[in-house]
């Protein structure tokens, strides 16, 4: 049977042989902890905690603020050395509080689950509990995990689809969770789709992942409602719209969420949180993730403690090889490039990659009109009219060109024969856009 | 050809009757004063007043009764003229003028990571808040240079703005366009200025840009009256407050963030009337 694909997109070398053979290492974090309050989509989670506090594993340092919020906990027992703005590896200073590790790893007494078994849990307490848990989607967009799991009154959910694609190069956490958790993961999985009354679950896995698609189909053999999918291995083939158009051939309207067709997208990541946080109460403060690149040692998946340095874990894996060109957090297309290895690992911190030798890319000539982005936008779009409406100045029509839709996944920045930063120019003008239509609203 | 010559003729006096009723019965009534306004104005559009184009300032004022006076560019005398006809007082109003806040050139400022991308301030400060170890500079890419509707502003050889104070018009359009805030506008004649926005604690301050103000307050004890320490960050709280001895104790400022403003220029300008 053909794999499952949407229609565009692109094939970069997925790098993956790096690190997929490698079994996911737990890491310590070092002796000093930086967790900034603001890791995920919405608004930042206000601080509870103040310079001197003593902090025990587990312990909320950070409240949510509104609907679309998460709280942050504390990955380690120690002392908080200040509640200050740190450099927060998304690329701006974000309230941080920086601990001082003591080792010890004290946990919090207060935490316990609700119930022994994670089927004997409703509805309501699922939601309740990932939103205590400050569970967030852990692909690298961090969003808060409860929000998703409550969709509007009004929209049946008939389908949970588990995106297990991980298709950004180099990144293989996914790859080795899907093996080592199997069964972890379709446990929360079925209370996801408990909680949001599906009745059917979908897993998406690519192609170049054939160990996972094998064992996953044994797994649910037997199990009619749980199907697992070979899609091709293409990118963007993870991005939530990607897949679910892939594996149930619907399509997410302008402007809409997974929810307006009746499907909710939950990463396997975030499902192994979700798992951990109901079976034992203790909230997210660890993920799993990859390190890799050809500038650093030795390649891995490691499980890290939120707030752990950049640079503690590069020293881990051997540290760093060659002519170092950049570090970047996330995959190589959508990743964020860093300044310094001084900043902390985050929920959406899905990997770290250390790239040596020359940058890619090169001079920017003028666009020759060519219109190799636009036929591989994955979402249709036609990149260069809306950077060249962006750049004349005119986010605003830029915006009926569907400047809002892009997803920024780079797909139109890889094929562009004459390297324009089109990824940057869109954001530049989504910027613009924002600040065009506070200025109109503001005027009346 | 005479019937050619009628038909041709009376066509002609009809419609020009049309016209002619036309003209009197639909004309509608434009205030001559917005005409006159609109022709005094620099036709510049910058649009530092807050209405769209000079057009649409001369007609805020006559119709709705905007405030005269709003035209920067404008001198003292256009603005009087304005006031005159529209029969109001127009108050003496120093001229202002935009001035750099910042002195971390390239030779005294790093950079913290090499930038690849679109040479623009506004985007720079969207990747890791700029690409200058320091959060609050200049970051260089000519921002202002580029909105600078008068020509006003060029980028110097150290990477900073400067600003061409007989040409600023005190518009306004570069400290909108600045993602840093470095281009504040003052009066022509405030004689002191703290040219540096870092609130860095001192020493992360001193690290990042040999210039930077570290909020010693040796500034702050030399003229009390003028100048305090917030933040980390001297700030002038009363431009007035600066006495000719206590400028010259501005001296000692450690790293120059503080010091007077190019007395000179400023005087000749005064001297013009602008």
Known sequence: MRAKTFAKGVHPWDFKELSKQRPTEVVKPGKRVVIPLHQHTGAPAEPLVKKGDRLLVGQKIGEAKGFISAPVHSSVSGTVLSVAPFLSPVGRKVLCVEIENDDGYEVNPSIRPCHEGIEEYTPQEVRESVREAGIVGLGGAAFPTAVKLSPPKDQTIDAVVLNGAECEPYLTTDHRLMLERADEILKAAEAVRMTVGAKEIHVGIEENKGDVIDLWSRKVKGIPHVHVEAVKTKYPQGGEKMLIKALLNREVPCGGLPFNVGVIVQNVGTLNAVYDSLTTGMPLIKRGLTISGDGVAKPSNLEVSIGTLFSDLIEGCGGYKGDVNRVLMGGPMMGISQSTDQVPVIKATSGILVMAGAAPGGKEYPCIGCNSCTNHCPMGLVPTTIVSLVRAGKAMESKDWGLTDCMECGTCAFVCPAHIPLVQWVRYGKAEYLKEKKRLESQG | MLMAIIIMGGVAFFFSTVLVIADKKLRVEVDPRIEEIAALLPQANCGGCGFPGCKGYATAIVMNGAPVGKCAPSGAEVNEAIGRIMGVEVSERVRRVVRVHCRGAESVAARKALYV?????????????????????????????????????????????????????????????CPKKILQLHGIDERVIVACRSEDPPKQAKSSCANACIGCGICARACPEAVEVKNHLACVKDPGGFSDECIAKLEKCPTGAIGPVDQGKAEALRAEGA
């Open chain 2, 117 to 177: 991308g679109i040479p623009s301030c506004q985007a720079v400060s969207m990747v890791q808040s700029g690409d200058k170890l320091c959060d609050w500079g200049c970051l260089g890419y000519g921002d202002c240079a580029k909105a600078c509707p008068f020509g006003g502003i060029t980028l110097g050889e150290n990477g900073l703005p400067q600003v061409n104070e007989e040409v600023c018009t005190g518009c306004g359009l570069c400290v909108a366009s």
